[in-house]
């Protein structure tokens, strides 16, 4: 028994690639991060990003990113190899050491913290830290195992981007940012609870609390399609406060609508496969809406 564990670690240990600490940082996730918080920088100034702040802001913001990303999998080693969509994470496998994860984190925290303390200023750093806090440790050690508004509440760290792109520019706070932060929150339930019906007997074997395994399919689709309704009103607030123009009204309009649609879709079982893509098209919406609001930033038809 002994033996074979030790061969199972040998060969894993063995064949360690900079790929596996790669994906501990969950590339895709922290992608489209940095492409809310480059939104978020844009969006502050009337001008250009100063260039500094433009790569090191997001350089900084995307290691702290990437830092709670790898604790998460330390952290969830044990539940991800229940899971079949986590059972390969290299630390799950057994192919990175936790220890040696947790350095990495720390080393690309402590690094990413220096640059954004450095050369953005103090208050982006400790926002971007709280962030990093609040998903590595309230969420993933705490919330996601005792509660089944774990995502809802833990959503404040990931809604946090957009926020830190802006205070990377202008040192302080403002309204719009806020907005561009409401707008992730109320994103996440879908974004979430989409995947979790896909997943969800996994989730219960794992003994994860999510709202599906808890309260249910349908319970799960309503709430998914009221957080919807509520992120297509507040999707509008940029327009209605002035913020954006008639590009973004229209483009938010469209975008959500048809994340309605598959809402709807899914709460009527109307469609096949409606969860999963559901989940994808929430990936689709975001980063499209990110996108529309910079074209009308810099094409403002009034
Ligand atoms: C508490 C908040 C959030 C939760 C619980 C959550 C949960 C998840 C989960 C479980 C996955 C599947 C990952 C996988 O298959 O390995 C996922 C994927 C993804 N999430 Fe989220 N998410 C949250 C917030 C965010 C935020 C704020 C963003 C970006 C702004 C984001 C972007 C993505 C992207 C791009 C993917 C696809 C990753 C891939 O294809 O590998 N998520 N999310
Ligand atoms: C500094 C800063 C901006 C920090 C942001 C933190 C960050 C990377 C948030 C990601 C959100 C996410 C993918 C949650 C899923 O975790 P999960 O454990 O529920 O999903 P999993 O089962 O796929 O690991």
Redesign the pocket.
């Known amino acids: 028994m002994e033996t074979t564990r030790a061969n199972t670690k040998d060969m894993n240990s063995g064949s360690v690639r900079w790929q596996d600490y790669l994906e501990l940082c969950k590339p895709?996730?922290v992608?489209?991060?940095i492409l809310?918080v480059v939104i978020g920088m844009f969006l502050a100034t009337p001008g250009m990003v100063p260039l500094d702040v433009l790569v090191l802001g997001n350089l900084g913001i995307a290691l702290c990113a990437a830092s709670a990303a790898v604790i998460n999998h330390v952290v969830d080693r044990k539940i991800d190899t229940i899971m079949a969509?986590?059972r390969k994470r290299p630390v799950a496998t057994g192919k990175v050491e936790p220890l040696n994860a947790l350095l990495f984190a720390l080393a690309i925290g402590v690094l990413g913290m220096g640059i954004l303390l450095a050369f953005v200023n103090p208050l982006t750093a400790w926002l971007t830290l709280a962030s990093l806090l609040g998903y590595a440790v309230v969420?993933t050690l705490f919330l996601k195992r005792a509660t089944p508004q774990n995502?809802v509440i833990?959503?404040i760290?990931?809604?946090a981007?957009p926020l830190l792109g802006w205070t990377a520019v202008t040192g302080e706070f403002h309204g719009n940012a806020l907005l561009l932060v409401l707008i992730?929150f109320a994103w996440?339930p879908p974004?979430?609870w989409a995947?979790a019906i896909h997943r969800k007997e996994e989730y219960a074997q794992a003994d994860i609390p999510m709202l599906p395994v808890t309260h249910g399919e349908q319970y799960t689709k309503l709430h998914i399609l009221l957080y919807t309704l509520v992120l297509l009103l507040v999707s509008l607030m940029p327009w209605m406060t002035g913020m954006s123009g008639m590009i973004y009204l229209v483009g938010a309009s469209l975008l959500g609508l048809r994340f309605l649609y598959w809402a709807v879709a899914l709460l009527r079982d109307s469609r096949p496969h409606a969860a999963i893509k559901t989940f994808h098209y929430s990936?689709t919406y975001?980063m499209l809406l990110f996108v529309v609001l910079l074209v009308d930033h810099y094409l403002y038809l009034g």
Do not use: D, K, Q
Request: no cysteine; glycine share 14%; net charge positive.
């Open positions: 895709r996730v992608a489209l991060m809310t969509r986590t969420y995502i833990g959503g760290a990931g809604a981007p992730i996440t974004h979430f995947l990936i975001l």
